[in-house]
């Protein structure tokens, strides 16, 4: 290599350099959101299956309620 050119062949490994170290940390920031995302959807669905009892069971009181409402008249159950 010539001297004149040394300069400009070092901003270039430079450059090259700083995209690599930039692509590496934008990647660890992508698998991160990755995990994080993948952790809030395995806890939304524990927690929908934990309250499917919940919701299932309000639901057949209702219905109960509602036929002894239809089959004795008054309040019902509630």
């Known amino acids: 290599m010539h001297k004149i050119g040394q300069p400009a062949v070092r ?3 430079n450059e090259v350099l700083v995209h690599i170290k930039d692509s590496k ?4 920031d992508m698998n991160m959101r990755k995990t994080a995302f993948g952790m809030l959807l395995a ?3 524990l927690a929908v299956s ?3 009892p919940l919701v299932v069971g309000g639901a057949v009181a209702v219905v109960a309620d509602e ?3 239809q089959e004795n008249g008054g309040d019902g159950l509630f």
């Open 11 to 13: 901003k270039k490994i």
């Open 25 to 28: 940390v934008r990647s660890k």
């Open 43 to 45: 806890f939304a669905a």
């Open 50 to 52: 934990a309250c499917a």
């Open 67 to 69: 036929v002894i409402e």
